[in-house]
Antibody, heavy 128, light 110 residues
């Protein structure tokens, strides 16, 4: 059974840093594309960052580019999100999501964003 | 403000059919595969439809997806109380170089 378990959330002051972790079981993260998706309180879903199955390609939303870094440790089967220069606008539940295959680009000539498994989320609160 | 436009809310009676629209552009819906997610408040999203109109294993066939040009739709037939949730469309945006989600639609089963 596929399981994703996020951790590392908490309260942090503006300008601070936090590293989120997503431990995976039931599959090998190096063979699937993965992403982080967040949801601010009472708001909709916002994609944050993604990494291809090979790890060779990373993607970032404009709102976090230059501040957040996605990475993974294949030996630990764990996905990470390093978040720096945090602001109030980053307050949200952060979900780890697994894509159904190894890349966002389909051989059919189009991009895909089908996340077939999600973690339960970890709350990040940025406040002084 | 999302680049994908969904109605904020829809409502319908039990056993009826409802559709939720997702309007985009040539850089997203018109050029890439659309997915639909269901989110019950307090829970993680669940994939309902992928690649425009495909049903993941285990998802009821009361759910169906379609796409025409730069608009996509999710249809739910035989509405049940358990279908009350928020529904999001998602698709890769070529200009933003990443997936985008619609603003979400809250479904109320009357």
């Amino acid at each position: 059974e596929v399981q994703l378990l996020e951790s590392g959330g908490g309260l942090v002051r503006p300008g601070g840093s936090l590293r989120l972790s997503c431990g995976a079981s039931g599959f090998t993260i190096s063979t699937y594309a993965m992403s982080w998706v967040r949801q601010a309180p009472g708001k909709g879903l916002e994609w944050v960052s993604g990494i291809s199955g090979s790890g060779g390609t990373t993607y970032y939303a404009v709102s976090v580019k230059g501040r957040f870094t996605i990475s993974r440790d294949n030996a630990k089967n764990t996905l990470y999100l390093q978040m720096n220069s945090l602001g109030a606008e980053d307050t949200a539940v952060y979900y780890c999501a697994k894509k159904s295959n190894s890349d966002y680009y389909d051989s059919g000539g189009y991009y895909t964003s089908d996340f077939d498994s999600w973690g339960q989320g970890t709350l990040v609160s940025v406040s002084s | 403000q999302s680049v994908l436009t969904q109605p904020p809310s829809v409502s319908e009676a039990p056993r009826q059919r409802v559709t939720i629209s997702c309007s985009g552009s040539s850089s997203n819906v018109g050029n890439n595969a659309v997915d639909w997610y269901q989110q019950v408040p307090g829970k993680a999203p669940k994939l309902l439809i992928y690649y425009d109109d495909l049903l993941p294993s285990g998802v009821s066939d009361r759910f169906s997806g379609s796409k025409s040009g730069t608009s996509a739709s999710l249809a739910i037939s035989g509405l049940q109380a358990e279908d009350e949730a928020d529904y999001y469309c998602a698709v890769w945006d070529d200009s933003l170089n990443g997936p985008v989600f619609g603003g979400g639609t809250k479904l109320t089963v009357l």
